[in-house]
């Protein structure tokens, strides 16, 4: 996985939950236990949303 590629999904999935652990070369382990309160969703909505920011970031050059 592209390096820069990969700090930007981190950033992003930082962004929805204060914990974030980096397992490279390219996953991550996210605490949304927080986050589902917070955001007032379940942990599969806010997946969909951190993956929907990703494709919204990477989608256009």
């Known amino acids: 996985m592209d390096p820069d590629l990969y ?3 981190l950033y992003l ?3 929805v939950a ?3 652990q980096a397992l ?3 996953a ?3 605490d949304l236990s927080g986050s ?3 955001f007032d969703r379940d942990p599969v909505e ?3 949303m951190i993956q929907a920011r990703a ?3 990477t989608a256009c050059p």
């Open 7 to 9: 700090r930007l999904l």
């Open 13 to 15: 999935a930082g962004d």
């Open 18 to 20: 204060p914990v974030v």
């Open 24 to 26: 490279p070369p390219s």
């Open 28 to 30: 991550l382990i996210s």
């Open 36 to 38: 589902v309160r917070f």
């Open 46 to 48: 806010l997946a969909h």
């Open 55 to 57: 494709l919204a970031c």
